[in-house]
């Protein structure tokens, strides 16, 4: 059993308060002896691996299990960009369950099918799910509940640390000079094709490029290039001339196949500030709704049509009609959108840089 200061503190008339989870209304003496062994751990991650090799009292297997179902709801809320419900959780914990909550690492599945493994901070990070306001976003929201913790900034920057590890920046600039040469490879088949069959190996050999990017467990760096989107929707302007122009057969498969491809791909947070109208977004600095779903109010952000049968087109201008100076509003548009999310995420890279330089020489005793 682990012997950190910090443990897991559970009661066993409830685990969260308001009685959102009661699991017990009077605790027998069995019960007693079970909240007494849980709180001598660390993490559920222990206890689990206590109970796989040599503890076998149901009751405690039970009430481990259903701390854990929360825990990884939680994570799921975060990975969904469901704020309100993540909070709610918070809000609603046992207090001496917080630090275990806004620090336990777990394995979650976002609508991109990508599996992550962290705690909810890091995946919030990862995610880019920062605010381009003085609202907050989830990142915002979750660094707010940390901070008010014991050693909470420390915490902070410790998990900032493991999630943007020395090297990474090197990694994904591979993975942007990579993603980069895939995107001008489907572009330049799209431009050489004489009917829709020419270009549907290479549009699937593409889309098999996206997909492979979802295998594996990503444990650090952010989830998403969104540097990607950004150049498909450059080389749309820069073809679309080329491509015949509005509604012709280049542009539609451009547009629904590559760019709606890559929108398959987008993080929950991204998905839902498309909904809302990266214009909107930016010169509004409004808190996203939340909602992921489109203009109609019926489909939904990750339509299983996306990417097949049509793409999210979204813009923000005073012109009217379809055409090449909308489109040109939404490269604009998102153009704002991305500048204000990265310029949010170097500020935080740049407390969070600083922050470890200093705790790093404490230890050194600089």
Not at 11 to 33: C, G
Not at 138 to 161: D, H
Not at 173 to 196: G, H, V
Not at 335 to 362: D, E
């Amino acid at each position: 059993m682990a012997s950190s200061s910090s443990k897991l503190s559970v009661t066993s008339s409830n685990l969260f308060s308001n009685n959102t989870t009661a699991f017990f209304s009077i605790p027998s003496l069995q019960e007693l002896v079970v909240v007494h062994i849980i709180n001598q751990y660390d993490n559920v991650e222990a206890i689990t691996e206590d109970l796989n090799a040599y503890i076998d009292i149901p009751i405690l297997k039970t009430m481990v299990v259903q701390l854990q179902t929360q825990l990884n709801l939680f994570l799921g809320h975060v990975a969904a960009g469901a704020l309100k419900q993540a909070e709610d959780l918070i809000i609603k914990a046992n207090p001496k369950l917080l630090p275990a909550l806004l620090s336990y690492k777990g394995l979650v599945v976002d609508d991109a099918g990508r599996t992550i493994y962290g705690t909810a901070w890091q995946i919030a990070l990862g995610a880019k799910d920062v605010s381009i306001g003085k609202h907050e976003e989830m990142v915002e929201m979750i660094a707010r509940y940390i901070k008010q913790l014991l050693n909470g900034e420390e915490m902070l920057t410790n998990q900032y640390t493991e999630q943007f590890p020395a090297g990474y920046e090197q990694q994904e600039e591979k993975q942007r000079k990579n993603d980069l040469a895939a995107l001008e490879k489907i572009f330049y088949a799209i431009m050489q094709s004489k009917n829709d069959q020419n270009c549907e190996i290479a549009i699937k050999e593409f889309h098999d490029y996206l997909k492979k990017q979802t295998e594996g467990v990503i444990t650090t760096g952010y989830h998403f290039n969104d540097q990607l989107f950004t150049k498909a929707l450059k080389l749309y302007d820069n073809y679309y001339h080329q491509f015949g122009g509005y509604a012709k057969r280049k542009n539609n498969a451009a547009a629904i196949k590559v760019i709606g491809g890559i929108e398959c791909y987008f993080t929950a947070c991204l998905a839902q500030a498309a909904s809302d109208g990266f214009g909107t977004i930016v010169d509004e600095k409004k808190q996203l709704s939340r909602s992921r779903l489109l203009s109609d109010g019926e489909t939904p952000f990750f339509h299983p049509s996306l990417g097949v049968s049509h793409f999210v087109y979204n813009y923000y201008t005073g012109g009217s009609g379809p055409g090449y100076a909308l489109w040109r509003g939404m490269t604009t548009v998102w153009l704002s959108y991305f500048k204000q999310k990265r310029q949010a995420c170097s500020a935080i890279q740049s407390h969070y840089a600083g922050i470890s330089t200093v705790f790093l020489g404490r230890r050194r005793g600089e």
